[in-house]
């Protein structure tokens, strides 16, 4: 057996907190200004909470020096001597002042203060209803880090960003920006963990532990639990591992609900590991596979924020994990799955296994949740990133109002959707010689990918978010640092976070 492995004590986000006072009044270390794009005379012009230090320091020389544009997420840095904490006042643009200025503002801030004490800005207090949230998030996703290093993290984000002129009549909206930044933050940590610590336990485990913080009821079905209830897809593509399968429910009920409040089942594609199965994986196609989970950490990170951001519906999570890989006992191509709930797959390629995880989940969901909509998030086919890039999610809807809330939601939230088209043309491909359905159609690969699961939504209205596309950023730009993204948690809090999260849908 492998020694057991211990991770590292993990750097956490920024505290935030707000003040009345003027960021100069603040003891701070740092205070960041935000840069306004130039006015009728041609000269950039300092956001609120300037007045007093520009009185003592040539701020609007420095960044006329520095050529500065105020573009969003712009840092010009301008050192500060004497007495006092004061060391640093960096001026920030806020470009545009839309929302996505104002989290990429936040996390090229977070960026510019790694290992300092304290930080005050007005950024916020710009425009303090539209900023606030997406300042939060982007502060807290830029200070990601994940570290397995024997002398400790790199670096350490910002203890403490104090939000200066802003009351404490803005603490409900800080809470909630909070929560949708930590899904955010939450998501990335469990997609970036090595898979020889997150096996389909240790995320089952990581689960259940928050489910308990945040108010949740938690079930897990291990490998004898999922035979006796007919699994067959979890079962299937875990069946080679030395870590067994799981599924996992997350159960959230709003504090005011009754027997009419809707509920929305969203399901993760957890593979905790994807070699490919016998249809081996490329060594360069398998490198970021630890990741094949982010659809799973989705639904936990999702799940564990509800109650912060007020959902006012049901919302049952469920998230079907497995490592896809090699061994004598893995499952073969050619072989025959038989899901949940009776419908059978041939299984032409291994490497298209979390169709068959997710099917598994979906006819759960329809049968024992009774769901009202149902969704889906998986990073499900490389066809995705060859659509879409590495910068946007890609989505199918069979409802126009679940589309356009999700439409909006993405906006809202900064995670970039784009629709998909559930195409009848390619039905046809599903068709196997032995099985119900093909599990490896053909292309266009996401579109018949999209397919295969809406055999498994009982007509209900439902989503499938494809985020293999968006599943690791390339680089460190704006909220996105280098590596897994978590990508949907966010987006998701966005929607159902909203007084009406299901209005329209299916009228
Ligand atoms: N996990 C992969 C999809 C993926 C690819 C995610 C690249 C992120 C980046 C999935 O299980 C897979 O292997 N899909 C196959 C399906 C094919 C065999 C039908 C694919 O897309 O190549
Ligand atoms: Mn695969
Ligand atoms: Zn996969």
Same mark, same amino acid.
């Given at each position: 057996?492998?020694?057991?492995?211990?991770?590292?004590?993990?750097?956490?986000?920024? $505290?935030?907190? +707000?003040? =009345? *006072? /003027?960021?100069?009044?603040?003891? %701070?270390?740092?205070? !960041?200004?935000?840069?306004?794009? #130039?006015?009728?005379?041609?000269?950039?012009?300092?956001?609120?909470?300037?007045?007093?230090?520009?009185?003592?320091?040539?701020?609007?020389?420095?960044?006329?020096?520095?050529?500065?544009?105020?573009?969003?997420?712009?840092?010009?840095?301008?050192?500060?001597?004497?007495?006092?904490?004061?060391?640093r006042i960096l001026l920030v643009g806020v470009g545009a002042q839309r929302r996505t200025d104002f989290?990429?503002?936040?996390?090229?801030?977070?960026?510019?203060?790694?290992?300092?004490?304290?930080?005050?800005?007005?950024?916020?207090?710009?425009?303090?209803?539209?900023?606030?949230?997406?300042?939060?998030?982007?502060?807290?996703?830029?200070?990601?880090?994940?570290?397995?290093?024997?002398?400790?993290?790199?670096?350490?984000?910002?203890? $403490?960003?104090? +939000?200066? =002129? *802003? /009351?404490?009549?803005?603490?409900? %909206?800080?809470?909630? !920006?909070?929560?949708?930044?930590? #899904?955010?933050?939450?998501?990335?940590?469990?997609?970036?963990?090595?898979?020889?610590?997150?096996?389909?336990?240790?995320?089952?485990?990581?689960?259940?532990?928050?489910?308990?913080?945040?108010?949740?009821?938690?079930?897990?079905?291990?490998?004898?639990?999922?035979?006796?209830?007919?699994?067959?897809?979890?079962?299937?593509?875990?069946?080679?591992?030395?870590?067994?399968?799981?599924?996992?429910?997350?159960?959230?009920?709003?504090?005011?609900?009754?027997?009419?409040?809707?509920?929305?089942?969203?399901?993760?594609?957890?593979?905790?590991?994807?070699?490919?199965?016998?249809?081996?994986?490329?060594?360069?196609?398998?490198?970021?596979?630890?990741?094949?989970?982010?659809?799973?950490?989705?639904?936990?990170?999702?799940?564990?924020?509800?109650?912060?951001?007020?959902?006012?519906?049901?919302?049952?999570?469920?998230?079907?994990? !497995?490592e896809n890989a090699v061994s004598g006992s893995a499952l073969r191509p050619g072989d025959v799955i038989?899901?949940?709930?009776?419908?059978?797959?041939?299984?032409?390629?291994?490497?298209?296994?979390?169709?068959?995880?997710?099917?598994?989940?979906?006819?759960?969901?329809?049968?024992?949740?009774?769901?009202?909509?149902?969704?889906?998030?998986?990073?499900?086919?490389?066809?995705?990133?060859?659509?879409?890039?590495?910068?946007?999610?890609?989505?199918?809807?069979?409802?126009?109002?679940?589309?356009?809330?999700?439409?909006?939601?993405?906006?809202?939230?900064?995670?970039?959707?784009?629709?998909?088209?559930?195409?009848?043309?390619?039905?046809?491909?599903?068709?196997?010689?032995?099985?119900?359905?093909?599990?490896?159609?053909?292309?266009?690969?996401?579109?018949?990918?999209?397919?295969?699961?809406?055999?498994?939504?009982?007509?209900?209205?439902?989503?499938?978010?494809?985020?293999?596309?968006?599943?690791?950023?390339?680089a460190d730009r704006d909220e996105w640092t280098a590596g897994p993204t978590g990508f949907g948690a966010?987006?998701?809090?966005?929607?159902?976070?909203?007084?009406?999260?299901?209005?329209?849908?299916?009228?």
């Open positions: 057996m492998p020694t057991a492995l211990t991770l590292p004590s993990q750097v956490t986000p920024p $505290r935030f907190v +707000l003040s =009345e *006072l /003027g960021p100069e009044e603040v003891d %701070a270390e740092v205070v !960041a200004l935000p840069v306004l794009p #130039a006015d009728e005379t041609g000269s950039l012009v300092l956001g609120p909470g300037a007045t007093v230090l520009a009185e003592t320091h040539d701020l609007l020389g420095i960044l006329e020096v520095e050529g500065a544009t105020g573009k969003a997420g712009e840092v010009i840095s301008y050192p500060v001597t004497g007495e006092g904490p004061l060391r989290r990429r503002a936040g996390a090229a801030l977070a960026r510019a203060v790694r290992d300092r004490e304290s930080l005050a800005t007005t950024i916020p207090a710009v425009e303090p209803d539209l900023a606030l949230e997406p300042f939060v998030v982007g502060a807290t996703l830029g200070s990601f880090g994940f570290h397995w290093r024997s002398a400790g993290p790199e670096w350490r984000p910002v203890a $403490r960003i104090t +939000l200066a =002129e *802003l /009351g404490d009549d803005r603490a409900a %909206a800080l809470e909630r !920006a909070r929560a949708i930044a930590e #899904a955010g933050w939450r998501a990335r940590f469990l997609a970036t963990v090595p898979a020889a610590l997150k096996n389909p336990a240790w995320l089952a485990d990581q689960a259940v532990a928050l489910a308990k913080d945040a108010g949740l009821t938690a079930k897990v079905w291990d490998e004898k639990a999922l035979a006796k209830d007919g699994f067959g897809g979890i079962l299937g593509v875990g069946q080679a591992s030395a870590t067994p399968p799981r599924l996992i429910r997350l159960d959230y009920k709003p504090a005011k609900s009754g027997r009419r409040t809707p509920t929305v089942a969203i399901i993760g594609k957890g593979i905790t590991f994807d070699t490919g199965g016998l249809n081996l994986k490329p060594g360069e196609g398998m490198a970021t596979m630890k990741r094949d989970m982010t659809g799973g950490a989705v639904v936990i990170a999702t799940l564990a924020g509800l109650a912060a951001v007020g959902c006012p519906v049901k919302v049952v999570g469920l998230i079907a994990a !497995a038989t899901h949940y709930g009776g419908r059978t797959s041939e299984v032409t390629n291994t490497d298209a296994e979390g169709r068959l995880v997710m099917a598994d989940a979906l006819a759960y969901a329809v049968d024992e949740v009774e769901p009202d909509v149902i969704l889906d998030v998986a990073t499900l086919t490389g066809a995705m990133k060859v659509a879409l890039g590495q910068q946007l999610g890609g989505y199918f809807a069979t409802d126009e109002a679940l589309a356009r809330l999700l439409a909006e939601a993405a906006d809202v939230s900064g995670e970039l959707l784009w629709r998909m088209p559930l195409a009848e043309a390619y039905e046809d491909k599903l068709a196997s010689k032995i099985a119900d359905a093909d599990n490896a159609p053909g292309g266009p690969g996401a579109i018949t990918a999209a397919l295969f699961l809406r055999h498994f939504t009982g007509g209900l209205p439902w989503a499938h978010l494809d985020i293999a596309s968006i599943g690791d950023a390339p966010r987006l998701l809090l966005t929607w159902l976070g909203q007084d009406e999260p299901l209005a329209g849908i299916g009228g």
